[in-house]
C-alpha cells in the first residue's frame, strides 16, 4: 500500500491550500481515510476523516475552516484547507484504515505565517 501526499507549502494568516493523498495497493472505495497532523513539539493529532459511505469527523479546531473529500474513480483524499492560522503549522499525514489495518503516507509540512 501506498500513500502518496502533496500540496503543502507555506502560506500567511488566513489563506487557504488544498492537499491531496493518492493511495494505491488497497480497495480505497472500502476504506475510511484521512488526514492527521503533528506539530512541532506535540502529539500526532486527528484533523478528519471521510468513511467508506461518505460520513465525514472533523477535529473541532478545524470545523468551518477545513473540507475533506474523496474521489473513488482516482483513489484519492483531498483537504481543503481554508482561514488558515499559525496553530494549524504541522506535517500532514494521510491515512487509510481498512480491515483493521492503518497505512500511512509521508508527510506534508504546511507553514502558516502571521
Known amino acids: 500500500v501506498q500513500l502518496q501526499a502533496s500540496g503543502g507549502g507555506s502560506v500567511q494568516a488566513g489563506g487557504s491550500l488544498r492537499l491531496s493523498c493518492a493511495a494505491s495497493g488497497l480497495t480505497f472505495s472500502s476504506a475510511t481515510v484521512g488526514w492527521f497532523r503533528q506539530a512541532p513539539g506535540k502529539k500526532r493529532e486527528l484533523v478528519a476523516t471521510v468513511s467508506s459511505g461518505g460520513r465525514t469527523n472533523y477535529a473541532d479546531s478545524v470545523k468551518g475552516r477545513f473540507t475533506i473529500s474523496r474521489d473513488n474513480g482516482e483513489n484519492t483524499v483531498y483537504l481543503q484547507l481554508s482561514s488558515l492560522e499559525p496553530d494549524d503549522t504541522a506535517v500532514y499525514y494521510c491515512?487509510?484504515?481498512?480491515?483493521?489495518?492503518?497505512?500511512w503516507g509521508q508527510g506534508t509540512l504546511v507553514t502558516v505565517s502571521s
Open positions: 491515512n487509510a484504515r481498512f480491515i483493521a489495518t492503518a497505512y
